[in-house]
């Protein structure tokens, strides 16, 4: 399969794209220029600053949405004003990366070091109430993050390790039992992910100019190719959320003419709503 270009390049590192009626569509991230963009539906795309790192972000059940920063978190309100929260950790050589919501409404988001050594980053969960929990140590690039259809098990991506993991998860015991569930060869790198609603998991190749669809036993099933190699991440969208919007990344792609361009295939299943943030 083959993807279509929706937009040029608006973006200088792309990543992250969520669709949600609460916001009339897609929004996605431009994360080392720290802002959220947003695709009209006339094909333009608007654009505002949530600091100096955008890195990830959810919709909130109350509206608006929980937007992981730099160090952080931060709520954007239904009026459209942003409150930062307190940052998490100090280091500014470390900075959040990627992340998404479970099924009871906690957002987790993953940091990397801004040098990528490996073991220096975390995986944070917010909770409603504010409360931030440190689940998993000893990340190297963490990533994509999503849950099956029906929410008993997590797919996660930590690059460094070129593989997909599966959690299994509960709202009691978070997330246990990590094993592999897809591994990559020593030069692919997986990125963002997102879960279609037949349990078939998308991964977002960095430096292979594809997303790849498994199914729930970890069979390659499909193969999207795209037209610059720099794919960071995937969603589903459209009215009946059965359009894959994918993001690029241009970053080191000089003379790259359509690096960091959003694109979309049509692909024959239909995705899964999207979690909401709870607080």
Do not use: K
Not at 153 to 159: H, M, R
Not at 197 to 217: D, I
């Amino acid at each position: 399969m083959h993807a279509e270009q929706l937009t040029g390049p608006v973006a200088h590192h792309a990543e992250g794209p969520v669709w949600s009626g609460s916001w009339g569509g897609l929004r996605w991230v431009d994360m080392l220029s720290g802002d959220v963009l947003s695709l009209a539906d006339d094909g333009t795309v608007g654009r505002f600053s949530a600091g100096a790192i955008a890195a990830a972000l959810r919709p909130r059940s109350g509206g608006g949405a929980v937007i992981a920063i730099e160090r952080g978190f931060a709520l954007e309100d239904p009026d459209g004003s942003l409150r930062p929260l307190r940052p998490i950790w100090a280091d500014e050589s470390v900075r959040m990366n990627e992340g998404g919501c479970d099924p009871d409404g906690r957002f987790y988001c993953g940091s990397m070091a801004y040098d990528q050594r490996r073991g220096a980053a975390a995986l944070y969960r917010l909770d409603p109430d504010g409360a931030v929990h440190r689940v998993l140590d000893g990340v190297t690039v963490s990533n994509g993050l999503e849950w099956s259809p029906d929410g008993s098990l997590a797919y996660y991506v930590d690059t460094d390790t070129h593989r997909t993991d599966v959690f299994d998860y509960s709202a009691d015991g978070g997330l246990t039992g990590r094993r592999p569930f897809v591994r990559f060869a020593d030069d692919e790198h997986p990125d963002g992910l997102t879960v279609d609603a037949e349990g078939g998991v998308w991964v977002a190749l960095f430096g292979g100019g594809a997303v790849r669809r498994y199914t729930a036993e970890g069979g390659l099933d499909a193969v999207i190719e795209l037209p610059t190699p720099q794919v960071t991440a995937c969603t589903f969208g459209g009215r009946d959320l059965d359009e894959l919007f994918i993001t690029t990344s241009a970053d080191d792609r000089e003379g790259d003419p359509v690096a960091g361009s959003l694109f979309r295939a049509d692909v024959g299943v239909r995705g899964l709503p999207a979690r909401e943030f709870a607080g």
